[in-house]
């Protein structure tokens, strides 16, 4: 599955089942418009069907349009590498960047017993995401992509 199904599906778990099949589901009717959108998106991802841009913005909740905006990124520059540059990396706000102790404080939070040390060692081996940015030596993560990790680890 693409990085960025998956990660519609961390937001909306009640897609998979549309998602599951290669065939395409013939009861859209228990899905609102912004799921049915999402859900299509989805598919495109998936099984490489026709989407059309303009649902995002007729459908889909104006507040999840930079959500929608961020999983087209991840498809093209992670899942397929269509696009050939590096992706760009858009910060909104700065406590979405998530320092070692702050990635062991999410961690915890999360019923994982993890500290600065653990981060690190895991890190070096590889156990880990790969660190968005690196900044005087130091690696960095977006809080988004440490969520992510997260609820991989449950599956």
Do not use: C
């Amino acid at each position: 599955m693409k990085s960025a199904t998956q990660e519609i599906l961390v937001k909306y778990p009640n897609l998979a089942p549309y998602l599951n099949e290669k065939d395409l589901p013939s009861d859209w009717t228990s899905l609102n418009k912004h799921e049915q959108a999402l859900a299509a998106l989805a598919r495109f991802f998936e099984y490489e069907e026709l989407f059309d841009l303009n649902r995002i913005f007729k459908e889909v909740d104006p507040d999840w349009i930079p959500f929608v905006l961020e999983r087209l990124w991840t498809y093209l520059y992670e899942d397929t590498y269509l696009a050939k540059a590096q992706k760009p990396l858009i910060i909104k706000d700065s406590s979405d960047l998530l320092s070692q102790q702050n990635f062991a404080e999410l961690m915890n939070e999360h019923g994982y017993n993890m500290d600065v040390k653990k981060i690190h060692m895991y890190r070096k081996r590889g156990k880990l995401p790969k660190e968005t940015i690196i900044i005087a030596g130091k690696p960095y993560w977006i809080k988004e992509d440490v969520l992510y990790y997260i609820q991989k680890k449950r599956t």
